[in-house]
């Protein structure tokens, strides 16, 4: 397994409950950590907790390309490509077809999938340059598997997919690495807007989502992992 000492790890969507409790334990193995987020006072709170410097934290909307764009110069000025880019950003929207408005599927694709394409597009010239990088998604589950009131939130998620097994094929001769993450039910805030009944104590805590992905940036310079699938006991679907 490689080490975390010294890897300069950008996690995107750091102050989601996933995000976070993933700065926290990478920071705790020794990775030189870069911060993205929208919410700025909960961004630099989190830093501050990590002592991770400012010029290392960005406020940084995924559909703005232009940000998107400078937090990559920044970092490759700073210190070149990052070694590991997690983007565990995103918005959920789980409502029947029937009350799911066009405004509301238009800003699932932005976020979770244009989204994606702008950050990837953003950073993959560095990694080149390095010949080296590792690239970790969290499509989770109903990127895989649908549900019913999934509509939106699939399509981005299938979409991510999909994208990345195609630039997977552009990067065949390289030694970028991408790694997608299937996770089932956390608990995390995403289900506060959700406006449906969940059993938050039956998830998959947090803690040990993060664990999933601390494990996944230590992978072998021989092999990848392509993806990974974990999911709680009682939602096993695949």
């Known amino acids: 397994m490689e080490k975390l000492n010294g890897k300069k790890v950008l996690i995107v969507g750091a102050t989601g409950g996933i995000g976070s409790q993933t700065a926290k334990l990478l920071a705790g193995s020794g990775a030189e950590l870069y911060?993205?987020?929208r919410k700025a006072?909960?961004?630099s709170a989190l830093a501050n907790s990590l002592n991770v410097p400012a010029e290392?934290?960005?406020i940084t909307d995924l559909t703005d390309e232009a940000s998107v764009n400078a937090m990559a110069e920044q970092i490759n000025v700073q210190s070149g490509a990052p070694d590991i880019l997690i983007n565990a950003s995103g918005i959920g929207i789980i409502k029947p077809v029937e009350q799911l408005s066009l405004s509301e599927f238009t800003a699932t694709i932005n976020a979770n999938l244009i989204g994606s394409f702008i950050l990837v597009k953003a950073f993959l010239p560095g990694m080149k340059v390095a010949k080296k990088g590792l690239i970790i998604n969290i499509p989770g589950v109903l990127g895989k598997v649908p549900m019913a009131g999934a509509a939106a939130y699939s399509a981005s998620k299938y979409g991510l997919v999909g994208m990345m097994q195609s630039i997977r094929e552009e990067l065949k001769r390289t030694d970028i690495?991408?790694?997608?993450?299937?996770?089932?039910g956390v608990d995390s805030p995403f289900w506060d807007t959700i406006d449906m009944r969940v059993q938050k104590d039956k998830m998959?805590?947090?803690?040990?989502?993060?664990?999933?992905?601390?494990?996944?940036?230590?992978?072998?310079?021989?092999?990848?992992v392509s993806e990974m699938v974990l999911q709680p006991f009682n939602h096993q679907a695949i």
């Open 35 to 37: 911060l993205s987020g």
């Open 41 to 43: 006072d909960e961004l």
């Open 56 to 58: 290392r934290i960005f």
């Open 177 to 184: 690495r991408i790694t997608n993450l299937f996770l089932g």
């Open 204 to 224: 998959i805590r947090a803690e040990e989502a993060a664990r999933a992905i601390w494990f996944l940036c230590q992978q072998p310079s021989s092999g990848v």
